[in-house]
């Protein structure tokens, strides 16, 4: 019940083309739901986030739409530029919780 | 701000051997993180601090052990080091407001490589 699971682990998508990353969860009392963005040789960065009680929050290129009944959400990148080429991890979070459970990353590579 | 600083970088370690490694955070954050990341398995945690004086095992524990030395550091320490301790390890820190939810910053990693 504590997992997050990620798919696809690896993703390779042209410059221009829309990348898709999905994420599923089994514990319905998470209510926080970041996706956290890793270039090689550095640590993980947030990228956006959401809570549930929306079903989707943009922030410039980035997307995250969620879907509760399903218990899944998405990452979407429109545009996708060879400088999104990173590595991609969802996560979950219960409020009273100090505790993110992690999905086990996406690499995404964007193509020229 | 220079937000979570990691020591070192890079280290190798023969086997048997032990080692420190170093955290600390200027952002005033109640709660600290060890992370370790290997290919293809996310992120795992190793120990957690929620607040200032208080430790809890996470998800692989074992042949590690922790200090939260005051509010601003969180130290990980290898006292017999294994090859499959070879890792990148991760420092991360993060607010807690209440229950709700906050960002988690990270150090930049140590590379450690266990021959």
Redesign the interface.
């Known amino acids: 019940q504590q997992q997050v699971k ?1 798919s696809p ?1 690896s993703l390779i998508v042209q410059k221009g083309g829309i990348s898709i990353i999905n994420c599923a969860y089994e514990n319905t009392a998470f ?2 739901f ?1 996706w ?1 963005q890793q270039f090689p ?6 990228l956006i ?1 959401i ?1 549930p009680d929306v079903s989707e929050k943009k922030e410039g290129r980035f997307t995250i739409s969620f879907n509760k009944s399903a218990k899944q959400f998405s990452l979407h990148i429109m545009d996708s530029q060879p400088g999104d080429s990173a590595t991609y ?1 969802c996560a979950a ?1 219960k ?2 919780n ?3 459970i ?4 996406t690499k995404l590579i964007i193509k020229p | 701000n220079a937000g ?1 600083t990691q020591t070192p970088k890079f280290q190798v370690l023969k086997t048997g051997q032990s080692m420190t490694l170093q955290c600390a955070q200027d952002m005033n954050h109640n ?1 600290m993180y060890w992370y370790r990341q290997d290919p ?6 190793i120990y ?1 601090s ?1 607040s200032e004086g208080t430790t809890d095992k ?1 998800e692989v524990p074992n042949g590690y052990n922790v200090s939260r030395l005051n509010k601003r550091e969180f130290s990980l320490r290898l006292e017999s080091a294994a090859p499959s301790q070879t890792s990148v390890y ?1 420092c ?1 820190s ?1 607010a ?1 407001l209440g ?3 906050t ?2 910053f ?4 140590t590379r450690l490589t266990v021959v």
Do not use: C, H, T
């Not at chain 1, 992690?102 to 990353?105: L, V």
């Not at chain 2, 293809?40 to 945690?45: D, E, P, T, V």
């Open positions: 990620q682990q209510d926080y970041p956290y040789g550095k640590g993980p960065a947030l986030a809570r991890f979070s409020g009273s100090y505790q993110l992690w999905g086990a990353g | 979570v709660s293809g398995m996310g992120l795992r945690l957690y929620a996470g991760f991360a993060r807690y229950g709700a939810n960002e988690a990270f150090g930049q990693g």
